[in-house]
């Protein structure tokens, strides 16, 4: 039971593709891809929920106003 466990637990791991694939995006969502390959799925969260320009903290709906 604990080696299928683990096997679940290994195939849950994201799999972030770090290869440039950027082109046609604005400049909010590149930053966004740039946070979410080089500091990780938490960093990419916080950054996205957070106003850049003022640091306040974003609704669902005003991030996706940002991102798309």
């Given at each position: 039971?604990?080696?299928?466990d683990k096997e679940v637990e290994?195939?849950?791991?994201?799999?972030?593709?770090?290869?440039?694939?950027?082109?046609?995006?604005?400049?909010?969502?590149?930053?966004?891809?740039?946070?979410?390959?080089?500091?990780?799925?938490?960093?990419?969260?916080?950054?996205?929920?957070?106003?850049?320009?003022?640091?306040?903290?974003l609704s669902y709906a005003e991030?996706?106003?940002?991102?798309?």
């Amino acid at each position: 039971m604990e080696e299928v466990d683990k096997e679940v637990e290994e195939k849950k791991e994201i799999k972030i593709d770090k290869q440039p694939n950027n082109q046609g995006m604005d400049e909010a969502n590149k930053k966004a891809l740039e946070v979410l390959q080089t500091k990780g799925e938490q960093e990419f969260i916080k950054h996205v929920f957070t106003d850049q320009s003022t640091g306040k903290k974003l609704s669902y709906a005003e991030m996706r106003m940002i991102y798309g």
